[in-house]
Nanobody, 116 residues
Framework: QVQLEESGGGLVQAGGSLRLSCKYS????VGWFRQAAGQEREFVSA????????RYSDSVKGRFPISRDNARKTIYLQMNSLRPEDTAVYYC?????????????WGQGTQVTVSS
């Protein structure tokens, strides 16, 4: 199973930006999920192994572009125009090639807190 580790979370003001990183041990399609306190995890975005195909949830489309740099073995989630409702723990995990099936398990995640 591919090993993944997310980082880059922090505290930001509404309207600000953060960039999350996901380092991987083996190349694969990867997805970002998030979980707010007391709520279920939800899908955020995903990218295939070469970066040519992406998928986004309606809540982040146009705000959170996903990209990858395979030379650095890193997937990025650029979080722009942040809103308080974006506050959550963010996770990256392995996905199937069509980007609709989660294949990996959950790590510790990285906390993102957006103040009003």
């Amino acid at each position: 199973q591919v090993q993944l580790e997310e980082s880059g979370g922090g505290l930001v003001q509404a309207g600000g930006s953060l960039r999350l990183s996901c380092k991987y041990s083996e190349e694969s399609a990867v997805g970002w999920f998030r979980q707010a306190a007391g709520q279920e995890r939800e899908f955020v975005s995903a990218i295939n192994s070469h970066g040519g195909t992406t998928r986004y949830s309606d809540s982040v489309k146009g705000r959170f572009p996903i990209s990858r740099d395979n030379a650095r073995k890193t997937i990025y989630l650029q979080m722009n125009s942040l809103r308080p409702e974006d506050t959550a723990v963010y996770y990256c995990t392995q996905m199937s090639a069509p980007l609709h099936l989660r294949l990996g398990s959950w790590g510790q995640g990285t906390q993102v807190t957006v103040s009003s």
